[in-house]
């Protein structure tokens, strides 16, 4: 093909501690040295091409050391093992030190292991999973990926193979069988409700936690993650939301050995359609509904099957539950499926222009690393690496305008009872930033959580059935599009909705839960660009003002600032600039730009626009397209 190989091994990926900073092996040029912009001119048609390779040194001696089994290749949609065939992987460019990547606004490539130094354009991304497979000559560096009856892929079962083959990787757990089908709750449900609950401080539990992995063996078995796609029925799959689900898959699943497994979570709105109990009802809707590619990978849900097992949570209205209930799937979800250790969460408007991959492990290593001591206070800050430095430097600034010793442990409220670890310390300050290194989180998500009381988010106390009230501890977080839980929190989520009735907002329930239990939470400094011509210290000021004239509060003079974002939602206020960008990389012509380049050329002409090449970066949403 022309194209070499380049290797980000993820087992290498830099973690960064609260006291020193490290650099990936992919970092390239560094941004962060750079003032934030979103001048994205960078063209694939003048950079060399690589085939980009993430994943670990699979049966090396030095992966041997540390895990069980042996990783087998796995079949792929062209049917033949993905990590031997050119066609099924990704190719990436380069970015030359000369011309580097704009700099994000908020959150960091250098300090999370993501790395900036290497671009992707639309071919070079998208063309494995069919991009324009029927384009004699599209100008690129690659030959064109063979031409795949994509209708005749089965994704469920390339992914059951899959697993299959590198089995003896993973912890075994009998008596649990694979199903995918939700069931209406039973007698011996509601008795054994207290049994779902996983206890870190009881390691002989059939269901263990990611803190048990390495219990009578220094080599360990890997823990495996589900990561499921939020859908609806009358969802129209766009040959561009093809794409993406294919990737997931593919990178995600296929290459890694079966490290993850991709879902369709599928909302049926037709209460009258009797899912799931009806099995010939549940094939016509995966008929009507679903492309055929993906039937095997699809759970179905419905407003009565939630119902049915939280009747106490709130009120289940069809036309807003999948909002005011977005956790409750995923807790029914990890019932059925026991033998994942954590669950991804991922709405289908949200694109990544880089290698899922190289981020999902990027981002799950990097908050394993995270220290416990002062992590809500971190997290409630936008991490602006122009502003704060370093993130080690950000960690001590965090450390010193902290007033007291922070949150420590679970914060209790009645009802109650806490699952978490107690902390080794009676004294934060007599921990050196030690518990938790190492610990795999209960909660990531890619945004800051913020105590919400001290702000003037329309839905802080919007709080049902906590015997505490208005004085229940919670936290929040301003947008949930991308976020990753683990089975403890989301068994301790579902045992409270059941038992109490307890309900919030979905972007408070899995935050103040992992609060209350005392779990770990990670925010994840994300690399997130915004388009607007202001000096970025007035920026600073708005996002991580402690009073009421910041953007968690909405309104006023700020609230136009969601719209020229790359990741967030904010009702009323659009945003524009994410669909604005992937417009551009996808080569439709857009004639708006950034607020940079509109007072230099009006006319909104770009050189080399046709093969833009982004770094990797996370877009919400991504409407229309």
């Known amino acids: 093909t022309g194209i070499h190989e380049v290797d980000v091994d993820t087992e290498s990926l830099s973690g960064v501690d609260i006291s020193s900073s490290h650099d990936d092996d992919d970092a390239g040029a560094q941004p962060e040295t750079l003032k934030p912009s979103t001048d994205f001119q960078t063209s694939s048609l003048h950079l060399p091409a690589e085939l980009y390779d993430p994943y670990p040194e699979y049966n090396s001696p030095r992966w041997k050391r ?16 993905v990590n031997n065939n050119v066609d099924d992987m990704v190719v990436a460019h380069p970015i030359l030190s000369s011309t580097p990547a704009p700099a994000p606004m908020f959150g960091s490539y250098r300090d999370t292991g993501l790395g900036a130094g290497h671009c992707f354009d639309r071919y070079s991304r998208n063309s494995p999973y069919g991009y324009e497979e029927d384009v004699v000559n599209n100008f690129t560096q690659r030959s064109a990926p063979s031409k795949v009856d994509w209708e005749k892929v089965d994704w469920g079962s390339l992914q059951e193979e899959c697993f299959i083959r590198n089995q003896d990787r993973y912890e075994q757990r009998p008596n649990n069988p694979r199903t995918s089908v939700f069931h209406y709750p039973k007698h011996q449900d509601m008795d054994e409700l207290n049994s779902t609950l996983i206890h870190q401080q009881k390691p002989s539990q059939e269901d263990k936690s990611y803190f048990d992995w390495q219990i009578g063996s220094s080599r360990q078995l890997r823990k495996r993650s589900a990561v499921l796609l939020r859908s609806y029925d009358t969802k129209e799959y766009t040959p561009d939301t093809l794409y993406h689900i294919r990737s997931m898959i593919t990178e995600l699943s296929l290459h890694s050995g079966g490290e993850y497994e991709v879902f369709l979570l599928v909302q049926i709105r037709d209460l009258e359609m009797p899912i799931p109990s009806d099995s010939l009802v549940y094939r016509e809707a995966l008929d009507r509904f679903v492309p055929r590619e993906f039937h095997n990978i699809t759970v179905f849900f419905n407003v009565p099957l939630l119902e049915a097992w939280y009747r106490k949570a709130g009120k289940h209205d069809p036309n807003n539950s999948q909002q005011v209930h977005m956790t409750q799937p995923l807790q029914l979800f990890s019932l059925i499926r026991p033998d994942f250790d954590l669950y991804w969460q991922f709405e289908l408007d949200v694109r990544y222009t880089g290698h899922h991959y190289h981020h999902l492990e990027a981002v799950r290593r990097w908050a394993e690393k995270q220290p416990r001591r002062l992590q809500w206070e971190r997290g409630s800050y936008f991490y602006m690496p122009f502003i704060h430095g370093t993130w080690a430097k950000f960690c001590k600034m965090v450390q010193n305008v902290t007033s007291g010793s922070g949150i420590w442990g679970a914060l209790p409220t009645t009802g109650i009872t806490a699952v978490g670890p107690e902390p080794p310390t009676q004294k934060p300050e007599d921990d ?13 998500n890619v945004m800051p959580m913020v105590d919400p009381v001290k702000t003037h988010m329309m839905f802080r106390n ?28 989301l068994r301790a989520m579902h045992h409270s909705q059941v038992s109490l009735g307890t309900q919030m907002m979905p972007e408070m329930l899995p935050e103040s839960t992992a609060l209350q239990h005392g779990m770990k939470a990670v925010a994840f400094p994300e690399p997130v660009y915004l388009d607007v011509d202001k000096p970025i210290e007035e920026i600073e000021r708005i996002y991580n003002a402690q009073n009421n004239a910041s953007v968690w509060n909405g309104g006023g003079p700020y609230a136009g600032l969601a719209k020229e974002i790359t990741y967030w939602w904010s009702a009323g206020y659009k945003p524009e600039y994410s669909n604005v960008l992937y417009r551009r990389w996808l080569g439709l012509n857009e004639r708006y730009y950034s607020a940079r380049e509109l007072t230099v050329n009006q006319q909104g002409d770009v050189t080399d626009h046709s093969r833009l090449c982004l770094p990797p970066i996370l877009l919400h949403p991504i409407k229309g397209v």
Request: hydrophobic share 40%.
């Open 432 to 444: 050196d930033f030690e518990w938790g290194v190492g610990e795999q989180a209960d909660m990531i």
């Open 66 to 81: 540390k895990w069980k089994g042996t990783h087998v290749a796995c079949l792929g949609p062209r049917g033949v093992d």
């Open 462 to 489: 919007w709080i049902e059935n906590y015997p505490d009230g208005l004085d229940t501890p919670r936290w929040s977080a301003p947008v949930t599009p991308m976020i990753a839980m683990s089975k403890r929190l």
